[in-house]
């Protein structure tokens, strides 16, 4: 029997994933996803996949910190995504619309995969 009492309480994996994209917040998005990704998958066991998702939601909850825009889950389905700016004005994106701006990323040279070996996932560099 031990006396030992845990105060740290236990991280979920979107906490650890913050945790360390907070620490590379000064690096692009392309170095601060890489490194939070190998640390989730590296540290804490997680699948690539797994680890990609998690980073990539997490690097979008803490780049949102101070916007007036967000994206509606609500409106949102898997055809369309429903931007809400200022005041709340709907903007929609469709997947056509989606893959039009990733293409000109592409011509421009903006479209930067994370994992060159793997190419996922892609982001988009400003």
Not at 78 to 89: I, P
Request: hydrophobic residues 45%; proline residues 2%; glycine residues 2%.
């Amino acid at each position: 029997m031990t006396n030992i009492v845990h105060l740290a309480p236990h991280q979920d994996a979107h906490n650890l994933a913050a945790a360390r994209l907070f620490r590379d917040r000064w690096e692009n998005r392309v170095t601060a996803l890489a490194n939070c990704i190998e640390h989730l998958v590296v540290d804490h066991d997680m699948t690539e996949e797994k680890a990609e998702l998690v980073a990539i939601q997490a690097y979008a909850d803490l780049e949102s910190t101070n916007q007036v825009a967000r994206i509606d889950t609500d409106a949102s389905t898997s055809h369309v995504v429903v931007l809400r700016t200022e005041g709340g004005r709907p903007v929609m994106f469709t997947v056509t619309d989606l893959m039009h701006i990733l293409e000109q990323a592409r011509q421009d040279d903006r479209a930067v995969v994370v994992d060159r070996d793997r190419r996922r996932p892609v982001v988009l560099e400003y």
